[in-house]
C-alpha cells in the first residue's frame, strides 16, 4: 500500500516537465504538497512558517528571509530554501547555509522541488562537505524512503533525522578518510580511521 508521500510523488511524476514553472508555482504546486505529505500541517505557522525573517524581530523589515521554516514546538529544526525548477542549486548553497549557521538550525534543504540537496549546516568541512544528501523525485526509486527519512515530520521530531543525516556524513566522507589513511600507512588502521572519520565530520563513526 502507497504511503502518502508515495501517492503524491507518483502523481508529480505523472505532471511531466515543469521546468517553466516559476518559483511561486514550485512552492505551491510541488514542495508544499511535499511538506503536507511528510506531516508537516503546511497552513500551521506553529509548524510551518513561510518567508522567515533572518534578522531580529525589531529589524522583520529586512529582505533576508528563508523560505520555509520547520518547526518542532517553537524550535527551529529545518531551514528551506526553494528556487524554481531547472535553477543552479549550487549558486545558493552559501546563502542558504549561512542563513542557518547563524539561527543554529541543525538541518536544511535547497530545493527546486524536484531536486531536493540536503546539508547539516553546523557540520564541520567544506560548504559541499556538509551536503549529505541529493534527491531527485524524478529519478530516485528511493526518493520517498529518503525524504521520510531526513524531513518527515515524525523524523524530525524525535531525532531521527538528524542522526541520519550524520550517519550520511560519516558514510560520505569513508572513502576520503581511506584514502588518506592508505598513503599515510599508519599502523593500527582501524582506530585510525574512526579518529580520521571524526576529524573530517565531528562525528563518532
Same mark, same amino acid.
Given at each position: 500500500?502507497?504511503?502518502? @508521500?508515495?501517492?503524491?510523488?507518483?502523481?508529480?511524476?505523472?505532471?511531466?516537465?515543469?521546468?517553466?514553472?516559476?518559483? #511561486? !508555482?514550485?512552492? !505551491?504546486?510541488?514542495?508544499?504538497?511535499?511538506?503536507?505529505?511528510?506531516?508537516?500541517?503546511?497552513?500551521?505557522?506553529?509548524?510551518?512558517?513561510?518567508?522567515?525573517?533572518? $534578522?531580529p524581530k525589531e529589524q522583520e523589515?529586512?529582505?533576508?528571509?528563508?523560505?520555509?521554516?520547520?518547526?518542532?514546538?517553537?524550535?527551529?529544526?529545518? %531551514?528551506?530554501?526553494?528556487?524554481?525548477?531547472? $535553477?543552479?542549486?549550487?549558486?545558493?548553497?552559501?546563502?542558504?547555509?549561512?542563513?542557518? %549557521?547563524?539561527?543554529?538550525?541543525?538541518?536544511?534543504? @535547497?530545493?527546486?522541488?524536484?531536486? /531536493? /540537496?540536503?546539508?547539516?549546516? @553546523?557540520?564541520?568541512?567544506?560548504?559541499?562537505?556538509r551536503r549529505f544528501a541529493v +534527491?531527485?523525485?524524478?529519478?530516485?526509486?528511493?526518493?520517498?524512503?529518503?525524504?521520510?527519512?531526513?524531513?518527515?515530520? #515524525?523524523?524530525?521530531?524525535?531525532?531521527?533525522?538528524?542522526?541520519?543525516?550524520?550517519?550520511?556524513?560519516?558514510?560520505?566522507?569513508?572513502?576520503?578518510?581511506?584514502?588518506?589513511?592508505?598513503?599515510?600507512?599508519?599502523?593500527?588502521? +582501524?582506530e585510525e580511521l574512526v579518529r580520521? @572519520?571524526?576529524?573530517?565530520?565531528?562525528?563518532?563513526?
Open positions: 500500500m502507497e504511503t502518502p @508521500l508515495e501517492k503524491r510523488l507518483s502523481e508529480l511524476r505523472q505532471v511531466g516537465d515543469v521546468s517553466a514553472y516559476n518559483e #511561486e !508555482q514550485a512552492k !505551491q504546486t510541488i514542495i508544499l504538497p511535499i511538506l503536507s505529505s511528510l506531516g508537516w500541517e503546511v497552513f500551521n505557522r506553529g509548524q510551518v512558517v513561510a518567508e522567515f525573517s533572518i $534578522e523589515e529586512s529582505k533576508e528571509r528563508v523560505d520555509y521554516c520547520l518547526n518542532i514546538s517553537g524550535r527551529n529544526e529545518v %531551514f528551506i530554501e526553494a528556487k524554481r525548477p531547472g $535553477e543552479n542549486l549550487e549558486n545558493h548553497a552559501y546563502q542558504l547555509l549561512n542563513y542557518a %549557521f547563524r539561527y543554529g538550525v541543525r538541518l536544511a534543504a @535547497l530545493t527546486t522541488g524536484v531536486e /531536493w /540537496w540536503l546539508y547539516v549546516p @553546523l557540520s564541520i568541512g567544506s560548504w559541499s562537505e +534527491i531527485d523525485i524524478r529519478t530516485d526509486a528511493d526518493a520517498s524512503p529518503r525524504l521520510e527519512r531526513f524531513l518527515g515530520r #515524525e523524523a524530525v521530531a524525535t531525532g531521527r533525522a538528524l542522526r541520519a543525516a550524520q550517519d550520511a556524513i560519516v558514510q560520505n566522507a569513508l572513502p576520503r578518510a581511506w584514502g588518506e589513511l592508505c598513503k599515510e600507512r599508519r599502523e593500527s588502521l +582501524i580520521k @572519520l571524526k576529524d573530517l565530520t565531528g562525528y563518532d563513526a
